[in-house]
Nanobody
């Protein structure tokens, strides 16, 4: 499987961004899908997960109420709407399956700074 993330950039605190992930080489609709992020000098962390039928999602405490994960099974895409961004959200963001990860994509850089 391959994942290609996009949509990152530089945004001021309080701003918004929407990230996208295009998936290929897997039966996308079968898998719970997640967004992860890795800040400099820190380990990669789980940000949000959406389950197969988009009926439920889980979020890290640090982003709950600010981020929204969504998926389009027909297009094999995953998205992450990020509102009320904070400097501590600065990281490279990746998408992958929730468990039994495939190879990681290049990620997309999100920088929150004034």
């Amino acid at each position: 499987a391959q994942f290609v993330e996009s949509g990152g950039g530089l945004v001021q605190p309080g701003g918004s961004l929407t990230l996208s992930c295009e998936a290929s080489g897997l039966d996308f609709e079968r898998y719970p899908m997640s967004w992860y992020r890795q800040a400099p000098t820190k380990e990669r962390e789980l940000v949000a997960t959406i389950y197969r039928l988009s009926s439920s999602a889980d979020y890290a405490k640090s982003v709950k109420g600010r981020f929204t994960i969504d998926r389009d099974n027909a297009k094999k895409t995953l998205s992450l709407r990020m509102d009320s961004l904070k400097p501590e959200d600065t990281a490279v963001y990746f998408c992958n399956t929730r468990w039994d990860h495939f190879d990681w994509g290049p990620g997309t850089q999100v920088t929150v700074s004034s």
